[in-house]
């Protein structure tokens, strides 16, 4: 199986005690997916985050309707996480987060390994430059939330 891959990176102005927070709770996620995946979180709340945690989400692409497990399987605070989908829209999604402290704001990473249903033909009609949307709204997004503060 092929797998493709994403990679990301983004300097927020804010610190790192302020960036993790924001990303460890799991349905702040609903605000950093575009409007038209009509993105929503499942799984009843609070979420603890820990390895282990199972998070169901729904989701439409393309106007069909998804749903979506991923697990966490790595959670180290405040510098990382993964999640890997169990079950959904990829045969393959393992999404790495990596945040540090870095020129008084925080760099944030996302390292992204999937294979979509499809493979290589599907990725290239549609689903990498979805993806591709996906993350740049999430970063305009990001920058959004996390402007400087004004002094």
Not at 20 to 36: D, H, I
Request: with cysteine.
């Amino acid at each position: 199986m092929k797998e493709f891959t994403l990679h990301t990176e983004q300097w927020l102005p804010r610190p790192l005690g302020e960036v993790f927070p924001f990303f460890s709770e799991a349905r702040n996620l609903e605000s950093l997916t575009p409007p038209w995946l009509n993105f929503e979180v499942l799984t009843p709340g609070p979420i603890a985050m820990r390895p282990g945690t199972l998070i169901d989400y729904r989701i439409r692409i393309h106007g069909v309707p998804v749903c979506w497990r991923t697990e966490i399987t790595a959670w180290e605070p405040p510098h990382r996480f993964v999640d890997v989908q169990l079950w959904g829209p990829y045969r393959l999604w393992h999404h790495t987060h990596t945040f540090a402290a870095q020129y008084g704001g925080t760099y944030c990473t996302d390292d992204v390994r999937y294979h979509p249903w499809g493979g290589t033909l599907t990725n290239w009609l549609f689903v990498r430059r979805d993806i591709e949307r996906i993350f740049e709204y999430r970063r305009q997004r990001l920058e959004e939330f996390f402007q400087p503060r004004q002094i």
